[in-house]
């Protein structure tokens, strides 16, 4: 992986990472003290999902200690380059995030990755289309906490028909995307904040076509669905990151 700048609206310029070949599969030690340089996909404030780029695997990297110390920062956005140092944090392995990894500190960030390679990558990442595939290898919209054993992925990403996809309110303070993939249609709970909030300003007009384009910054294309947090014994599929590539 090599970098190089381009100019940049804003003052001072910004850095673009070339991405070399990923070797899909290879094996990674997760070790404390290894650095991983990652493509983020969904900067979440308290863990983010992203690709290894020497692997392809998907990771789900979280401050260390219960306590979120020290934080992952602000200011970061989905085809961000970081790198990440891995720390033991003590936490034992969660069924439910299997990908999960401690950051030994705040991550570096090497710049941003070029469209057209990331969509390559993600393309290459995505879950095929096929009668009867399923989300994260089960029906429904979650998944009984006590069924997860660890060796089923709690992250899956999913080519989609951008004319498929329509984002809207539920209550208040949620928001759902609906979506069509391999014959089934699909409602999910939107974690990812920019969208949700974009999604209740909207309220009660859906985002659809080039309105939700215009908020994503690009015709979405991919869609990041991931385990949210244990409720009630389940663990909830939830919409991490709309990827408008």
């Known amino acids: 992986m090599s970098t190089d700048r381009q100019p940049s609206a804003a003052v001072g310029r910004v850095r673009t990472v070339r991405l070399g070949r990923v070797h899909l599969g290879t094996p990674r030690q997760r070790r404390s003290g290894s650095i991983l340089d990652c493509l983020v996909l969904a900067p979440g404030p308290e863990e983010w999902a992203a690709v290894d780029l020497a692997s392809g695997a998907f990771v789900r990297a979280r401050p260390p200690g219960p306590d979120g110390e020290p934080p992952l920062g602000r200011g970061w956005q989905a085809l961000d380059v970081a790198r990440i140092e891995i720390t033991s944090d003590g936490e034992p392995l969660d069924p439910a995030r299997p990908e999960a990894i401690a950051c030994g500190d705040s991550p570096i960030r090497l710049g941003r990755a070029r469209r057209g390679a990331a969509r390559r990558l993600l393309r290459r990442l995505a879950s095929p289309e096929r009668p009867g595939a399923t989300l994260l290898a089960s029906h429904g919209p979650s998944i009984p906490y006590v069924d ?11 080519a989609v028909a951008p004319r498929s996809l329509e984002a ?35 309220a009660p007009r859906p985002l659809s076509g080039s309105r939700l384009a215009g908020v994503l910054g690009g015709k979405p294309s991919l869609v990041l669905v991931g385990l949210g947090a244990v409720r009630g014994g389940h663990t909830p599929k939830q919409v991490l990151a709309v990827l408008g590539l």
């Open 148 to 158: 997860l054993d660890g060796t089923t992925p709690s992250l899956m990403l999913i």
């Open 168 to 202: 809207c309110s539920r209550g208040s303070d949620d928001a759902v995307l609906a979506f069509s993939w391999s014959g089934g249609t699909h409602q999910l709970p939107v974690a990812e904040d920019r969208l949700r909030r974009a999604v209740l300003a909207a």
